[in-house]
């Protein structure tokens, strides 16, 4: 088992730029791919970034491939998402996710979630 714990986010104008870390206790982090995860108010959760569990592979929503950037510190068990040029639409609760072995982009293949990280975008 793996337990995640995001940080980083808050109150941001658009244009301007976060970065969020989920740090991972309770297992070899090395052995499990990652991901983020986005939901906003009356809305699905919709995948925004995935890692391979080396970090050699990255995958990305369309939305913001180009301006968010995932990676991770197999040392120091933490995964982060470097958002920038961010956009009011960008709101919205971030989770961080892990499962064991292979990248996924769906939400429901990954086994562990943390509990979130709001993030609130201002025009």
């Known amino acids: 088992q793996v337990q995640l714990v995001e940080s980083g986010g808050g109150l941001v104008q658009a244009g301007g730029s976060l970065r969020l870390s989920c740090a991972a206790s309770?297992?070899?982090?090395?052995?499990?791919?990652m991901a983020w995860f986005r939901q906003a108010p009356g809305k699905e959760r919709e995948f925004v970034a995935a890692?391979?569990?080396?970090?050699?592979?990255?995958y990305y929503a369309d939305s913001v491939k180009g301006r968010f950037t995932i990676a991770r510190d197999n040392a120091k068990n933490t995964v982060y998402l470097q958002m920038n040029s961010l956009k009011p639409e960008d709101t919205a609760v971030y989770y961080c996710?892990?499962?064991?072995?292979?990248?996924?982009?769906?939400?429901?293949?990954?086994?562990?979630w943390g509990q979130g990280t709001q993030v609130s975008v201002s025009s």
């Open positions: 996710a892990a499962r064991l072995l292979r990248t996924r982009t769906n939400a429901r293949d990954y086994d562990y």
């Open positions: 890692i391979s569990s080396s970090g050699g592979t990255t």
């Open positions: 309770g297992s070899t982090f090395s052995t499990y791919a």
